[in-house]
């Protein structure tokens, strides 16, 4: 039998605290108005003091393994996809194994920020189609508002990132005909890394962290965001276009095209490329923000419930961001 891999199951969990743009208002010289016409976004959530990004993960994790029929006891590995990990090590996949109550699963992190859920994606069905597992738990999720600086100072990215958190049970199958995973595409430029980043703590520093670190914001998110913005628009649909040619798709095949949602404005001139009508982009950001790994997986989870994506529905998942990297999906859902 070919081994590849489908997709069983689909969840996502965000914290109920709903912050709105107006909200932001009060905390920083900033406007509805600005916020909507540059990134879309009109209202993000942000966690509770006492929750944690492996929380959000485990609630998407139980609401994921409901929809796939899975107990605990099915997941033979985790791949976990988050920028915002609880500890600065170990990574959150160890803590979701313990949270859950997992057996002694393998747990493994991923790195990749905006790409982290395509990038876990594709490391997960190779470790499938290679016969390593049979069923893995891909989560992608971030809590990103403590490390947002809710001030003037800080109002070019504060305004931008929400928390959330999105999961997939990932598990085998034989035919093509049916649900599976097609292939990947994944890039990625280090001579832009500095151009979206926190840079401190890291272990390039002396010292590693101190005090003036912390009081002149470079413990903080940088972003250039005209730089981000102008390689987006040009990457996303290269990526797209390269994954829909190695399986000789054409976008208009596409039932659904699910971008990372970085920015309403972005998502519009990658639409626009493509070619494609409104309702085949999938766009949530107007109420989350840009919740990083976790975008896409949430975005995939609403699409499944809302019945936006059938079975048997082509989707591809996209998306750019720090690294820079750049990365896609194909699949037959
Ligand atoms: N509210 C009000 N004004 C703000 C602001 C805010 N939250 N943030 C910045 N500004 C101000 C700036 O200080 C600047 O003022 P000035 O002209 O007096 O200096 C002005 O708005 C324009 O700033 P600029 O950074 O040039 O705006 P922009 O048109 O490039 O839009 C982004 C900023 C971030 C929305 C835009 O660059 C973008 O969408 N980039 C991509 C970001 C992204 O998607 N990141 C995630 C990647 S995964």
Known sequence: ???????????????????????????MDTSDAWIQERSGIQERHFAADDTTC??????????????????????QFIVFATLSPDLFFPGNGVLLQH???????????????????????SAADGLIRMGTYDRILLIGAELQSPALRLTTEGRDTAVLFGDGAGAACLEVTGGRDGSHVLGHRMHSNGKYALELCIRRPGAANRPWISKE?????????????REV???????????????LADHGVTPDQLALVIPHQANMRITEAVRKRLDLPE???????QRYGNTTAGSIPIAFSEAVRAGTVKRGDLVCLASFGS???????????
Not at 54 to 75: F, S
Not at 107 to 119: E, K
Not at 229 to 243: D, G, R
């Open 54 to 75: 492996t929380d959000m993960a485990a609630e998407a994790a139980r609401h994921a393994l409901d929809a796939a029929g899975w107990t605990p006891d099915d997941v």
């Open 99 to 121: 949270q859950l109550g997992l057996g002694e699963v393998g747990a493994m992190d991923i790195r990749n920020q905006c790409t982290g859920f395509v990038y876990g994606l």
């Open 213 to 225: 670190m912390i009081d002149d914001g470079s413990s903080g998110i940088y972003m250039n965001g």
């Open 229 to 243: 913005f102008k390689h987006a628009v040009t990457k996303f649909p290269a990526v797209i276009l390269e994954v």
């Open 323 to 333: 690294g820079f990297t750049w990365a896609a999906s194909l699949l037959r859902y």
């Open 1 to 27: 039998m070919t081994r590849l891999t489908r997709i069983a199951g689909l969840g996502h969990y965000v914290p109920p605290r709903v912050v709105t743009n107006h909200d932001l208002e009060q905390l």
């Open 279 to 285: 309702a085949k982009v999938y766009s949530n950001i």
